[in-house]
């Protein structure tokens, strides 16, 4: 079988799927067009963002018999599509759940401590004690949206806490012992902390807008590691400046482009993410919550580990 990797990864998948005997080809540069020219030629291909999978990309893959995304989400690929041309598809949400898991209780305890702007003052000579004093994740409740692979890491890196997790999800029967599943209005009720780890979907795309924000019974602190076009950035702004919403850390935003790598296609920053990032109660990351050392490994070889189990 031949498989075409699109974006480069881990020097382990290569190796690793050569050792069990496909061959493996590489092309990180041709454009869209050209590698829809020669995908028929291909078995399996090998992709992280760079492209959108689409219905007219599949229809000249005419051997295909599996795309694997090395990631969590397949939203880039037309899956319905794919699925009915019986071509399987393979994620690695096993990968980097524990990085964004960590990831996510980082930003969480840096915004109640204020370490990011404290960092920041005390670089440029000031030395502000009682400004800089905290919050205590002890006795709050955390709220988690999405309570699949990556919620359930953050639940499991909050266990050694004094908080109570609680969960929703579209799908029913996911809540476990480090989190419990309960209504979304149960949980905008309770919430102090609001933690997102929804994949992107119809559902979930415009999901934290003004109306969303204000069906909170209290002011809540927001964490997003997941996709930034779930959050309405205009109307996070404004609960931010009214106080509804007590700070942001935000590893993804609605402005970044569909590979990821990149946000601005020009040189003019929205007013809203001009205001985020003057904000002290904000944290912004670059998309690297599950960018880590080991899950780069772990990606990898997930990726490997459902091929072989599927076509060895």
């Known amino acids: 079988m ?124 000031k030395w502000l004690r009682e400004e800089n004093r905290g919050v205590e994740l002890d006795g709050k409740t955390v709220g988690l949206i999405g309570y699949g692979n990556m919620g359930k890491a953050f639940a499991k890196k909050l266990r050694g806490f004094d908080v109570e997790v609680i969960c929703y999800d579209i799908k029913e029967n996911v809540g476990d012992e480090n989190a419990k599943q309960i209504s979304l209005s149960d949980l905008q009720k309770k919430a102090d902390v609001l933690s997102l780890h929804t994949p992107e979907t119809p559902l979930t795309t415009n999901m934290i807008n003004e109306a969303f924000i204000n069906s909170f019974e209290k002011p809540f602190w927001l964490i997003n590691t997941a996709r930034g076009k779930s959050v309405v950035t205009t109307d996070l702004v404004k609960a931010l400046q009214s106080g509804k919403i007590l700070g942001a850390g935000l590893d993804v935003l609605e402005y970044e482009k569909s590979s990821f790598e990149d946000m601005f296609t020009d040189n003019q920053l929205p007013q809203a993410f001009q205001y985020l990032i003057s904000a002290k109660n904000v944290l912004l990351t670059p998309h690297v919550a599950g960018w880590t050392v080991e899950s780069k490994i772990k990606l990898a070889q997930t990726i490997v580990d459902k091929i072989k189990a599927s076509f060895c």
């Open 2 to 125: 031949k498989i075409l990797h699109l974006d480069t990864n881990h020097p382990l998948l290569i190796q690793q799927l050569g050792d069990l005997g496909f061959t493996n080809h590489e092309d990180y540069s041709s454009s869209k067009a050209d590698v829809e020219a020669k995908i028929h030629e291909y078995d399996g291909f090998i992709i992280r963002s760079r492209f959108k999978i689409d219905k007219q990309f599949l229809d000249k893959a005419t051997n295909l018999k599996f795309i694997g995304r090395v990631g969590a989400g397949l939203e880039n690929i037309d899956c319905d599509y794919a699925e009915s041309k019986g071509i399987q598809l393979i994620s690695a949400p096993e990968g980097n759940r524990n990085a964004v898991g960590e990831h996510a209780l980082g930003m969480l305890l840096s915004l109640f401590n204020k370490l990011n702007s404290a960092d920041a003052e005390v670089r440029s000579g």
